[in-house]
């Protein structure tokens, strides 16, 4: 008799979805599934990692760890032998996915799309590598099965057989989305076929999970669906309201088409949660949210200035807190959380915590790491990942086609060289990220060594130098972009923050002034303003900036501690401990916010709830001299 795990989970990955486009949709009743599995459970923003490049992300998701660990840190790697590149491989994942541990601790689980996930892995279970499902020949050609996609081999063909290809979509499929199909001249407007293929392949994978669900035996599901985020990137741009670069037309014909995908990601989830039973407890999240108001880009913008750092998480089931709401949560947490659920123990290598306020049983004490625990994890003896060139090829240029890549050059030999640079300097903004700023300057300082006119590495290495605590360097780096025949309002920023960090405030507002001048309505400009003006002893000032940033910036929690401050300086501490509380909802682990939060709630005579909040910002941060002051004064 085979072990079982303590609560059977069902962790459901929706790539982009975002509770700011959700909670309109649910308070006009057009997702009542989510509306649902909400209600009887936990909700609240997820918190993601810098850059937010999904296979970088759903590979911390899955692990618990960062890319810096992991290793996994673009899109495409270089083949073994040097001559070409291909999508990333399972075999380059360093550390062991959720599926892997479950495996080796006697658990089966189903695994569905992920990305890195080919070869697929021999675990315990079922594993349906990424880019199975997706059409590489017309509809009336042999549509290949990728090879080492499925494991095991012998369920391949059956699973096959459930892939839709995008060429028997007809028009009923594609009016709910675009009611108005019949109107659009295919010859000239691509965009029918592109959402015909992105339908296929979210309804293949769908098909495929479902098959999964109803005729395995399974105790972790893992199925992730990439749709909204490959939708927003084709049709965001066309939602309500108009963008003045976004033609009339478009917002016409394609203006319904993210509110559709999101209606049919709700009636996806109906079903799945169907076929998983109440007896399951159900984990359903994104690794980043999605512009779509204001804020949104340019049409043709980077496709990473889409994402917005806050994702969703929603948690429903047995073993589950029923109307909670969960706050500070980062995409780090996903991974421990999951296997408290599972009744398995994180390691102390993972670096997020336990979401324990949402579960309603204590988790599993944590053992040293998962890498020294023996047993069959599926990861031994896997081939070496094969790609057919064609296949391979097609790949790449979607990639390219989405932004995520830049054209690639013919020459080989090229093409590895400038996947190689793309992983190194993805990995340094990871060590940035993760408050390694000493580790990222390493590693950008040769990249700039490499390609010293790109105004965009050179700031990247001076905020990693600046982060390290090197002014003079960093300094050095952005004079010349601050002075030059053209400079670059964000160099000023910079060297506002820098001057601030130096306790010049004086001499940061200088720069920071400037480059509010040049873009007065940039929240992260007058974030910074508005700290300079703290610390030059102008509150009122600060908080006629502030104001406007953090109703533009409602999940910025360090606007939220900055705005508490002023408020607190300028003697409404009511207001100041609301403020505060919103910064340590959005990020709790955030010492200064808390240190905020004890000085108001002390000038509002409530000593007990302060030392409260200061003992926490102090187990945060031991050495913030401020919170220790006004600790110790407290006491006495």
Not at 298 to 310: F, K, T, V
Not at 446 to 475: I, K, N, V, W, Y
Request: aromatic share 6%; with cysteine; net charge negative.
């Amino acid at each position: 008799m085979r072990a079982r795990s303590r609560h059977r989970v069902l962790l459901l990955g929706w790539d982009a979805a975002d509770w700011r486009f959700i909670e309109p949709l649910i308070e006009r009743g057009l997702m009542p599934t989510l509306a649902a599995l909400r209600s009887r459970g936990t909700w609240g923003n997820l918190a993601t990692l810098q850059p937010a490049l999904s296979p970088m992300l759903w590979t911390s998701i899955a692990t618990g760890l960062r890319p810096t660990k992991h290793r996994i840190a673009s899109f495409v790697e270089p083949l073994a032998d040097g001559s070409g590149i291909r999508p990333v491989a399972s075999t380059s994942r360093r550390g062991k996915a959720l599926w892997n541990i479950a495996s080796q601790s006697g658990l089966r689980s189903l695994v569905t799309g992920w990305y890195a996930t080919r070869p697929a892995e021999r675990i315990a279970g079922v594993v349906v590598a990424d880019g199975f499902e997706r059409a590489v020949a017309p509809l009336d050609e042999p549509w290949p099965i990728p090879a080492d996609s499925v494991h095991p081999r012998e369920l391949a063909d059956t699973l096959a057989e459930l892939r839709v290809h995008p060429g028997e979509l007809d028009a009923s499929a594609l009016l709910p989305f675009v009611p108005r199909a019949a109107e659009i001249d295919q010859q000239s407007d691509p965009r029918l076929r592109q959402l015909a293929g992105l339908l296929a392949q979210t309804v293949s994978l769908h098909a495929i999970s479902t098959h999964l669900l109803a005729t395995e035996d399974w105790d972790l599901a893992a199925f992730y669906y990439e749709g909204i985020d490959r939708f927003g990137h084709d049709f965001m741009q066309c939602h309500p309201p108009a963008q003045p670069d976004v033609p009339a037309r478009d917002v016409e014909l394609y203006g319904e088409v993210m509110t559709g995908c999101y209606r049919f990601h709700d009636m996806l989830l109906d079903r799945l949660l169907q076929l998983a039973g109440p007896e399951t407890t159900v984990v359903l999240l994104s690794d980043h949210g999605y512009h779509h108001d204001a804020r949104r880009p340019s049409a043709d913008a980077d496709p990473l200035a889409w994402h917005r750092p806050m994702g969703m998480i929603c948690l429903a089931g047995p073993g589950v807190r029923r109307g909670e709401r969960v706050f500070g949560a980062h995409l780090l947490d996903v991974a421990p959380t999951v296997l408290a659920l599972l009744g398995l123990p994180a390691s102390r290598e993972m670096p997020g915590r336990i979401l324990q306020e949402a579960l309603a049983e204590p988790a599993p004490p944590r053992i040293a790491s998962w890498e020294e625990v023996s047993g069959a994890d599926g990861r031994e003896d896997l081939p070496r990942p094969e790609l057919d060139p064609h296949e391979a090829a097609g790949a790449i240029r979607q990639l390219v086609e989405l932004g995520y890549l830049a054209a690639q050059p013919d020459d080989a030999r090229q093409q590895v060289e400038e996947a190689q640079r793309l992983i190194r300097h993805n990995l340094a903004l990871a060590h940035l990220d993760a408050g390694e700023p000493a580790e990222a300057a390493t590693q950008l300082r040769q990249l700039h060594t490499e390609a010293p006119a790109r105004s965009g590495l050179t700031l990247q290495l001076a905020l990693a130098e600046f982060g390290a605590g090197r002014f003079d360097e960093a300094r050095a780096l952005l004079q010349p972009l601050a002075e030059g025949d053209a400079p670059l309002p964000r160099a000023w920023l910079m060297l506002g923050r820098l001057e601030l960090a130096a306790e010049r405030p004086r001499e940061a507002l200088i720069w920071l002034r400037r480059a509010a001048v040049a873009a007065p309505e940039h929240p992260a400009i007058g974030l910074r303003l508005g700290q300079a003006l703290l610390a030059a002893g102008q509150p009122a000032e600060a908080l006629a900036i502030l104001t406007p940033v953090v109703a533009a910036e409602t999940e910025n929690a360090v606007a939220w501690e900055a705005l508490a401050h002023a408020q607190l300086e300028l003697g409404a501490a009511d207001r100041a401990v609301e403020s505060a509380l919103r910064a340590i909802e959005i990020a709790y682990f955030f010492p200064r916010a808390h240190l905020r939060l004890g000085l108001a709630l002390r000038e509002l005579g409530q000593e007990k709830r302060a030392a409260e909040a200061l003992a926490i910002s102090l187990a945060q941060a031991p050495n913030l001299a401020p919170a220790r002051r006004a600790l110790d004064a407290l006491r006495r």
